[in-house]
Every structure is written in C-alpha cells, then in structure tokens.
C-alpha cells in the first residue's frame, strides 16, 4: 500500500466516523471525496480541502481557512472554491461536522439547482404544479426561459391586469420557484425584497399596493 492511499483511507475514516459513510475516487489530480453521489471534498498531496463558496467560504475564511490557490504554490486544478481547514476545526469534532454537514448542504443545493435549471416544465419547477404552467399559460409564459424572463414580479402584475385572481401566496410560490428552493424556506429578507420590487411594480402599473405588514418569516 502507497502512502499516499494509505493517507486517503485514513482522511475517508476520519471523514465517515463524522458524517457516514465517505467514497474516496481517484481524479486526475487527487482524490475527489464524496458522501453518495456528491463531491464535497479534495484530498491532494496529504492536505484534505472542503468545498465552500460564498456566505460558508467567507465563513471558513474569517476562522482561518486557506483556499487550494492561496495553499498550493503551482496547482494543476483552477479552483478556489475549496479551503484546508486549520487544525482548530478539526481537532473540533462538534465544529467539524457542523462545517461538513454545510458543505454537504451546499453541494446539495446547487446540484439541485443545476439540475432544475436543465428543465424546461415549469411545473417541474419547486411548489408549481400543472396549475401554475396553464395560468401562465394565459400570459404566454410555456417554458421556464420565459418565466425567468418575465420574473415572478410581472408574471403577477400581467395576470392580475387580465382579471385573473391572483395573491400573496401565488406570488410567494412564483418567488421561490425561481430561487429553485421550497416556499416554506423563504427568509423574511428574502420576502422582504421580493415584495417591495412587487409593489414598485404596481405602483408603476397603476394599481394597489400590499403592505409590508403581510410580511412573515417562515
């Protein structure tokens, strides 16, 4: 046994004591670590590197993690979007997993997402329905490039001017279709943001406002 595989079943025990079962797969450079089908983790030249990308990257960084670009000198993979943990985290089993399981969520989401993106049904769309495809059917919205478009702001305001009843929570439904994430996890600011665009384009339309009261963190 090399040391180098050696190493890579010791990272993949560590790793599956925290969060179940780990796969580790040879990649062209390294070895790709993965909790089923999902990559979350770089294991190369004895230094194990978690994925992040934005709000979690920014936090690994502020705790004093190092992207693979800042890390290794002359990298054969352009990537900067996985960090080496200081040895505080790590030695942190409580902490640790916290991270690994953001990671993992993270990976999961975008995966997600990409996948949804790669769909034409609206109603393949989260919270929509075939429902939701003939009422926008009625605005000559037939596939999701012209609902994302359109944006979930006019979608409203044009079936709401051809007379067809319209509300919150249809809004809300549209809102979170395009962000590709469940209704129910909609945060207050992301309402927040979505209704005052909402009533910036009614009032330019010429009709009724809502009011931010109806507001409410899920």
């Avoid at 509300?167 to 979170?176: E, K, M, P, R, V």
């Amino acid at each position: 046994m090399t040391k180098t595989l050696k190493n890579t079943q010791e990272i993949v025990a560590e790793l599956t004591e925290l969060i179940g079962t780990i796969t580790a797969k040879n990649l062209f450079s390294g070895y790709g670590l993965f909790k089923q089908d999902l990559m979350f983790g770089l294991y190369q030249q004895g230094i194990f590197y978690i994925r992040a990308e934005n709000k979690l990257a920014r936090y690994l960084e502020s705790l004093g993690a190092l992207s693979y670009l800042a890390v290794t000198p002359n990298p054969q993979l352009s990537i900067s979007n996985y960090y080496q943990l200081p040895c505080e985290i790590r030695n942190n089993k409580k902490h640790y997993k916290y991270i690994l399981l953001l990671s993992l969520a993270q990976v999961r989401t975008k995966k997600t997402a990409e996948t949804l993106a790669k769909q034409k049904r609206i109603k393949d769309l989260p919270n929509l329905s075939i429902k939701h495809e003939r009422l926008l059917s009625k605005i000559n919205i037939t596939d999701v490039k012209s609902f994302k478009l359109k944006g979930s702001v006019n979608c409203y305001i044009e079936l709401k001017q051809q007379g067809i009843p319209v509300n919150l929570a249809l809004f809300w439904n549209f809102t979170a279709a395009l962000l590709y994430k469940n209704v129910h996890v909609l945060t207050k600011s992301e309402k927040e943001y979505a209704l005052k665009k909402l009533n910036k384009g009614l009032k330019n339309a010429g009709l009724k406002t809502v009011k931010l009261m109806f507001v409410k963190d899920i």
